[in-house]
């Protein structure tokens, strides 16, 4: 088992710990403590990546209708000019 790149012994070492730290009142309330604050932390960088995400998606979007829009207007004059070299 690893869980944030500790082993297991690792893990009940720290948990032993602290259990004599707080004793077995406190324990219960700090693992709360601890899960809300790893749940908030999970969710704002979620929500992090998410709109990061998102802002690149729209970025690449935006330069390919540039692109394009660039390539009709290029395409566009070298009818035009084309057009005009012939002979009518």
Do not use: C, Y
């Not at 790149?5 to 309330?29: D, T």
């Not at 998410?50 to 802002?55: A, F, G, L, P, Y």
Request: proline share 3%; hydrophobic share 40%; net charge neutral.
């Amino acid at each position: 088992m690893d869980f944030f790149g500790i082993g297991l012994g690792e893990v009940l070492l720290i948990l032993i710990l602290a259990l004599i730290i707080w004793g077995p009142k406190r324990l219960p309330e700090i693992a709360r403590i601890l899960g809300r604050t790893v749940h908030v932390l999970r969710k704002a960088t979620n929500d992090f990546t998410s709109q990061v995400t998102r802002e690149i998606d729209l970025e690449e979007i935006d330069s390919k209708e540039k692109g394009q829009t660039a390539q009709h207007r290029d395409s566009g004059t070298v009818k035009r000019d084309t057009a005009k070299d012939e002979p009518r």
